[in-house]
């Protein structure tokens, strides 16, 4: 197996994407809320920091090994509402969950999975592929064989402009093209192709 398989295989889809919706769901899944979370607005808060950190555990495996204290839970659990709803995301996500809308509270609680599951799976495929360039860096002779090894498998998924002029685009833009590289092939599964290149699907 060559370095760069290697680190496909490290960040396959299956160990990355795959393996984070299912721990997403979970989590989901598993999370009891008591019914005064959506009659009081400190309730709630502490609710969604509650959720915050059974997410978190739950992504990390640390289970209830580790605890952190409420105005931590609570102070996260604000930022990532901030993030998806906006300004006053608490705000906006307590109104959703007692009117009902998009879901209720269940569309804020998967909302939120998702944008924490999100954040987990970006960090470990972006930890891989950060050593990995780190390492190459050197040794410029197996950057470049490294580069062309990935060019001459995905060719076919590649945008063309990547393979032009000694595969310049690509060598230059190799660290993304592999952060990119699970979702891509997720993609290319997804609708039915039969491409076989390095990465087992």
């Known amino acids: 197996m060559s370095k760069l398989d290697d680190l496909l295989n490290k ?29 009081d607005f400190n309730q709630f808060t502490k609710a969604m920091g509650d959720f915050y950190w059974h997410v978190e555990s739950t992504m990390m495996g640390v289970g209830k090994n580790i605890v952190m204290d409420d105005e931590m839970r609570q102070g996260f659990a604000f930022q990532a509402l901030n993030e998806i709803y906006g300004m006053h995301g608490m ?14 509270l269940y569309g ?24 990995f360039i780190n390492e190459l860096m050197d040794d410029f002779e197996l950057y470049d064989q490294c580069v062309a090894e990935y060019a001459r ?8 402009e ?3 002029n000694d595969a ?5 833009n190799f660290r993304q093209v592999l952060e990119n590289h ?19 699907q």
């Open 11 to 39: 960040i396959d889809p299956r160990k990355t994407i795959d393996r984070c919706d299912s721990l997403r769901d979970k989590a989901l899944n598993s999370y009891e809320y008591s019914n005064n979370a959506l009659r």
């Open 91 to 104: 705000a906006a996500a307590f109104s959703m969950a007692q009117s009902g809308v998009e879901d209720g």
């Open 108 to 131: 804020v609680l998967k909302k939120m999975g998702q944008a924490i599951a999100k954040k987990h799976l970006e960090n470990q495929i972006g930890v891989e592929v950060a050593q």
């Open 153 to 160: 498998k995905y060719a076919r998924i590649l945008p063309p």
């Open 162 to 164: 990547y393979l032009e």
């Open 168 to 172: 310049v685009d690509l060598k230059i």
């Open 182 to 200: 699970p979702y891509l092939i997720r993609r290319m599964s997804s609708i039915g192709n039969n491409y076989s290149g390095g990465c087992s």
